[in-house]
């Protein structure tokens, strides 16, 4: 069983930056696309961004392009989300979730009804973006 726990979160000014992490643990020898979701209160869990279990697919939301990016540390299984030039419409609960697929280069978080492919789901973490 795979296991995620993101950190990471907290509160910061518009403009401002915030890495988030999420580390697996468990079975990670399979193939999994790491997603990252949000959700701010009264509204629906949206899609933010993948990378691929191959590392060669990502994906980002219009909203967060150019602003968030993905990298990873294979070695600790760790996924990060680094989020720049944040904006208070950022505030949200971020989760990590994986995606078991036998489809190593693509990823995707959406249309909104592909969450349902993550099987796997962190506790998320609250970021807040105000000043």
């Known amino acids: 069983q795979l296991q995620l726990v993101e950190s990471g979160g907290g509160l910061v000014q518009p403009g401002g930056s915030l890495r988030l992490s999420c580390a697996a643990s468990g079975s990670t020898s399979n193939y999994y696309n790491i997603g990252w979701f949000r959700q701010a209160p009264g509204k629906e869990r949206e899609g933010v961004s993948c990378?691929?279990?191959?590392?060669?697919?990502?994906m980002y939301v219009g909203s967060v392009k150019d602003r968030f990016s993905l990298s990873r540390d294979i070695a600790k299984n760790t996924v990060f989300l680094q989020m720049n030039n944040l904006k208070p419409e950022d505030t949200a609960v971020y989760y990590c979730?994986?995606?078991?697929?036998?489809?190593?280069?693509?990823?995707?978080?959406?249309?909104?009804?592909?969450?349902?492919?993550?099987?796997?789901w962190g506790r998320g973490t609250q970021v807040t973006v105000s000043s």
């Open positions: 979730a994986a995606e078991e697929t036998p489809f190593p280069d693509v990823c995707s978080v959406q249309p909104q009804n592909r969450i349902r492919r993550y099987g796997h």
């Open positions: 990378i691929s279990s191959s590392g060669k697919g990502l």
